[in-house]
C-alpha cells in the first residue's frame, strides 16, 4: 500500500489485497489520516481481487467519519469489489 497526499486528497494505491497485515496497515493509516483532518480519499484498487472483514470494517468506519462533508473516490476496482464497497 502506498498512501500520498496532493492537492488535498490522500491517495491509496494497493498492489495487492486488502487481507492480513495489510487490512490492519490500512486500518491504522485511516484511523492516522482523519485524525490530520483528511476529508478526502481517492483509493486505487486495480489489484484488488479480496478485501477482508477487517478491511471492510474499516472502509465502514472511513464512511461513518466523513459521511457529512467527505469524498470518497473508488478508482479501477473490479466489478465485485465496487459493488461492495458502495454498498457500504
Keep these: 500500500m502506498n498512501v500520498f497526499d496532493e492537492d488535498d486528497i490522500t491517495y491509496f494505491k494497493?498492489?495487492?489485497?486488502?487481507?492480513?497485515?495489510?487490512?490492519?496497515?490500512?486500518?491504522?493509516?485511516l484511523k492516522q489520516s482523519i485524525?490530520?483532518?483528511?476529508?478526502?480519499f481517492s483509493f486505487h484498487l486495480?489489484?484488488?481481487?479480496?478485501?477482508?472483514?477487517?478491511?471492510?470494517?474499516?472502509?465502514?468506519?472511513l464512511k461513518k467519519q466523513i459521511a457529512k462533508n467527505g469524498i470518497i473516490d473508488y478508482n479501477g476496482a473490479q466489478d465485485s469489489i465496487e459493488l461492495l464497497l458502495n454498498s457500504i
Excluded: L, M, P
Design 35 to 40: 485524525a490530520d483532518g483528511k476529508h478526502h
Design 14 to 29: 494497493f498492489e495487492t489485497d486488502i487481507t492480513g497485515e495489510q487490512s490492519i496497515a490500512f486500518q491504522n493509516q
Design 46 to 61: 486495480e489489484n484488488v481481487n479480496n478485501i477482508d472483514t477487517t478491511g471492510i470494517c474499516a472502509f465502514i468506519a
